[in-house]
T-cell receptor, first 112, second 115 residues
Framework: QQQVKQSPQSLIVQKGGISIINCAYENTAFDYFPWYQQFPGKGPALLIA?????SEKKEGRFTISFNKSAKQFSLHIMDSQPGDSATYFCAASKGTGNQFYFGTGTSLTVIP | GAVVSQHPSRVICKSGTSVKIECRSLDFQATTMFWYRQFPKQSLMLMATSNEGSKATYEQGVEKDKFLINHASLTLSTLTVTSAHPEDSSFYIC???????????FGDGTRLSIL
């Protein structure tokens, strides 16, 4: 059973546009929601993370929006750049030091 | 920032060979390390959780005799794929945390190809 559902599977965005990736979870015990960025042949790198006590977190061009009642969270990439082209994974866990449940990934392509 | 180094980055070997993959935390002590397997264009699948000085906890369906994990120090964990076969070909990734309230930091993965 997929604990975290992620959509879309792939996304193509024009340079300068906004990329939006969505995730949903079922387990209300989850309290840590990170987003990871992965380039081909590399391991995932932590991009940004949020806890359920806030509804939004912004770091540079990256924003997480969190809807606790709907059990959904999303990643927004503003002013998308070709260098943002990568696979993005959302994840959820009970605390940061425990097992992560990953979404299925979104392949983002930003075209010039 | 926290750096996790994984070695080797790529291995190509014959069927029946045992392969050891190392995962090191370079600038922090890792109380816990995780081992993942990732198939092309798919998500990361947790194989096992390893705590320093104790036996690894394997996920359901992962053969512990096939995938031997050792976490002998606070900076090193190893995954040995014993008697590897072509179906073991995959991208193996480790991650590490420095404490209970810290995020996971991932290595760059090991591409294992069994001929």
């Amino acid at each position: 059973q997929q604990q975290v559902k992620q959509s879309p599977q792939s996304l193509i965005v024009q340079k300068g546009g906004i990329s939006i990736i969505n995730c949903a979870y079922e387990n209300t015990a989850f309290d840590y929601f990170p987003w990871y960025q992965q380039f081909p042949g590399k391991g995932p790198a932590l991009l940004i993370a949020i806890r359920p006590d806030v509804s939004e977190k912004k770091e540079g061009r990256f924003t997480i929006s969190f809807n606790k009642s709907a059990k959904q969270f999303s990643l927004h990439i503003m002013d998308s750049q070709p260098g943002d082209s990568a696979t993005y994974f959302c994840a959820a866990s009970k605390g940061t030091g425990n097992q992560f449940y990953f979404g299925t990934g979104t392949s983002l392509t930003v075209i010039p | 920032g926290a750096v996790v180094s994984q070695h080797p980055s790529r291995v190509i070997c014959k069927s029946g060979t045992s392969v050891k993959i190392e995962c090191r935390s370079l600038d922090f002590q890792a109380t816990t390390m995780f081992w993942y397997r990732q198939f092309p264009k798919q998500s990361l699948m947790l194989m096992a959780t390893s705590n320093e000085g104790s036996k690894a906890t394997y996920e359901q369906g992962v053969e512990k005799d096939k995938f031997l994990i050792n976490h002998a120090s606070l900076t090193l964990s190893t995954l040995t794929v014993t008697s590897a076969h072509p179906e073991d070909s995959s991208f193996y990734i480790c991650s590490a945390i420095s404490g209970g309230n810290q995020p996971q930091h991932f290595g760059d993965g090991t591409r294992l190809s069994i001929l």
